[in-house]
């Protein structure tokens, strides 16, 4: 079983960035696909950004597209979410969460395909 320790959230004004880091442990972690979830006060959690094992990468919310880079470092168990001109939108916790996959696996970002979560990381964007 694999573990999710997020980090990287901060308070930052409109505009700014923010990199928020996944770090996994356990074993064969690359055979995890993760993916980046948020769930803003008052909202539904959503998926943002999710990338296999294979290293396909899907960004599934529009606002977010040109703005956030997902990558990933699998000798460091870690996968990277680089968030750029944000704003008070994007204000959420941020999830990672992990599933275990086949290596030919299609990316998804449904929130119930993943078995594993982190604990979440706050990220807020304010003047």
């Known amino acids: 079983q694999v573990q999710l320790v997020e980090s990287g959230g901060d308070l930052v004004q409109p505009g700014g960035s923010l990199r928020l880091s996944c770090a996994a442990s356990?074993?064969?972690?690359?055979?995890?696909?993760v993916g980046w979830f948020r769930q803003a006060p008052g909202k539904e959690r959503e998926g943002v950004a999710c990338?296999?094992?294979?290293?396909?990468?899907?960004y599934t919310t529009d606002s977010v597209k040109g703005r956030f880079t997902l990558s990933r470092d699998n000798a460091k168990k870690t996968v990277y979410l680089q968030m750029n001109n944000l704003n008070p939108e994007d204000t959420a916790v941020y999830y990672c969460?992990?599933?275990?996959?086949?290596?030919?696996?299609?990316?998804?970002?449904?929130?119930?395909?993943?078995?594993?979560w982190g604990q979440g990381t706050q990220v807020t964007v304010s003047e």
């Open positions: 990338i296999t094992r294979a290293g396909g990468i899907i």
């Open positions: 356990g074993v064969r972690t690359d055979y995890y696909g």
């Open positions: 969460a992990a599933r275990r996959e086949i290596l030919s696996a299609t990316t998804t970002c449904a929130s119930n395909e993943y078995r594993v």
